[in-house]
């Protein structure tokens, strides 16, 4: 997924993004989910369940 938005538009909706980010990777049951801005590559890790 690729996305442009104004600086000002990231920093008024950052908890809702992060929360979207967070929701992504939990109910996607992945090990991490990363996102790029800026060209800074940020990263919420996730511990995964052994089955």
């Known amino acids: 997924m690729q996305c442009y938005t104004a600086e000002q538009a990231l920093a ?3 908890e809702e993004l992060r929360d979207f980010l967070r929701r992504l990777g939990e109910e996607g049951q992945q090990g991490a989910v990363g996102i ?3 060209r800074d590559y940020l990263e919420i890790r ?3 369940e052994e089955e």
């Open 12 to 14: 008024d909706h950052a």
């Open 36 to 38: 790029v801005i800026d």
């Open 46 to 48: 996730f511990p995964l």
